[in-house]
C-alpha cells in the first residue's frame, strides 16, 4: 500500500515543493494569471522560503532588489483581509512605475490600490533597533502608492498564502523626496481615483507612527538573514483599505507636507 501524496509545501517536506510553489506563482505573476491557494497545509516559515524563492527568480532574470515592503501595518488593512499579523516582501525594480507615469493594466489581474509612505535609508539598519536609530539611518521620506494584485482567485488568501506570494506586490510609485527630519507621525491624506476621493486618513494609522514600520522591518528580515541597506526602499504599508482599480483610472494620493504622488493605469485594448 503506497502512502498518500503529501500536499504542496507541508512542513518537513522537500525543497522541491517549495520551488515548484514559488514557480506557479512567479509564472501567475508574469502571466498576470489567477492561480489557487497553496492549501492550509503551507505554514508561514514555509511561505517565506517559497517568497525568496520566487523573487530569486525574478533575479535570475535580472531584476535587482530595491528593498521591501510591509503589510498589514494598519488596522482597516487588517479589517478588510481578515488578517491581522504584520508581513513583510521584497520589492524589485520592475516593480516600479513612475511618478505621473503609466501603467499598463495587462500587467495585472485584479489591481488595487494603497496609500502609503516610502522611506530611503541613507545607511543601513539590522535586527532591533530602536525608533530614534531608525529614524537617524534614514535619508529621506515620500508619498507613495502600492498596487498590489494577488495571485490568487477572487483576492483570497490566509497568511501564509498571502506571504508565499510576496504580500501581493506588484507596483510601487514612489513620490518626491523631502529630507529624513521630516515628522511623519501624524499626516493627514487623500487618495483619489479620477479626481474623486476615494479614501481619507492618517499616517498615523500605520502602527500608530510609520516609523514603527521600519523598526519592524529591520528585524523582520533579519529573521532571513538579510538587512536593510543603504539605498534601500521601505514601503511602510497602507494607511487605508485598498481600492480596488479600474482600467482607465487616474490614482493620485496627497500627503500633508510631503506632496503628491500619482499614475494612469492604462485603459483595456
Ligand atoms: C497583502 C498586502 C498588504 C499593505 O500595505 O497592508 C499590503 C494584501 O492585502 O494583498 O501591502
Ligand atoms: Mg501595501
Redesign the pocket.
Known amino acids: 500500500m503506497s502512502a498518500p501524496a503529501a500536499p504542496v509545501g507541508r512542513t518537513g517536506e522537500g525543497a522541491a515543493d517549495l520551488d515548484e510553489l514559488a514557480a506557479i506563482l512567479d509564472g501567475a505573476a508574469r502571466e498576470a494569471r489567477a492561480t489557487r491557494q497553496p492549501g492550509a497545509d503551507l505554514t508561514v516559515a514555509d511561505a517565506y522560503q517559497v517568497q525568496a524563492r520566487s523573487v530569486g527568480l525574478r533575479l535570475g532574470r535580472g531584476e535587482r532588489r530595491i528593498g521591501y515592503?510591509l503589510?498589514?501595518?494598519s488596522r482597516a488593512?487588517m479589517a478588510q483581509?481578515g488578517l491581522d499579523e504584520v508581513i513583510w516582501g521584497r520589492l524589485t525594480d520592475a516593480m516600479v512605475i513612475p511618478d505621473g507615469g503609466d501603467a499598463d493594466y495587462r500587467r495585472f489581474i485584479h489591481p488595487r490600490v494603497?496609500p502609503?509612505v516610502c522611506f530611503l535609508l541613507g545607511e543601513p539598519l539590522a535586527g532591533t533597533v530602536t525608533p530614534l536609530a531608525a529614524m537617524r539611518a534614514l535619508a529621506g521620506v515620500a508619498p507613495a502608492l502600492?498596487v498590489?494584485d494577488?495571485r490568487y482567485r477572487d483576492f483570497k488568501f490566509s497568511l501564509a498564502d498571502?506571504v508565499a506570494d510576496n504580500?501581493?506586490a506588484a507596483g510601487i510609485v514612489v513620490g518626491p523626496w523631502t529630507g529624513a527630519a521630516a515628522d511623519v507621525a501624524n499626516l493627514g491624506l487623500v487618495l483619489e481615483l479620477n479626481g474623486a476621493p476615494a479614501q481619507v486618513g492618517s499616517t498615523a494609522a500605520i502602527l500608530g507612527h510609520p516609523v514603527r514600520s521600519l523598526v519592524a522591518a529591520a528585524h523582520l528580515v533579519a529573521t532571513a538573514g538579510e538587512r536593510l541597506e543603504a539605498g534601500d526602499l521601505v514601503m511602510a504599508?497602507?494607511a487605508t483599505e485598498?481600492v480596488a482599480l479600474a482600467p482607465g483610472t487616474r490614482v493620485r494620493l496627497q500627503v500633508e507636507r510631503l506632496g503628491s504622488v500619482g499614475f494612469n493605469l492604462t485603459r483595456e485594448g
Open positions: 515592503k503589510g498589514f501595518t488593512k483581509m494603497e502609503e502600492e498590489i494577488s498571502v504580500c501581493s504599508g497602507a485598498a
